[in-house]
């Protein structure tokens, strides 16, 4: 367990000081409001979010296997 421990407080330890050098902050209420979630398939192997920002330009992120 101590291991686990470990691994879990060096990645804590690596966001906390990513923050500000990245200018990484909390989302805003409201600020994913146009954030369209794919939910898991097993189909497409795949999840993920479309977003569209004010100048309607779309960024799609996925998370999953590729199709080989």
Do not use: H, I
């Not at 906390?16 to 990245?22: C, F, G, M, S």
């Not at 902050?25 to 409201?30: I, K, P």
């Amino acid at each position: 367990m101590a291991r686990w421990d470990t691994r879990y407080l060096d990645a804590v330890a690596a966001r906390l000081r990513a923050k500000p050098r990245y200018g990484l902050r909390a989302t805003a209420e409201g600020e994913l409001s146009q954030a369209r979630w794919v939910r898991f398939s097993a189909q497409t192997r795949m999840s993920g979010v479309d977003l569209r920002w004010d100048n309607e330009a779309v960024c799609s992120v996925r998370k999953g296997a590729a199709s080989r």
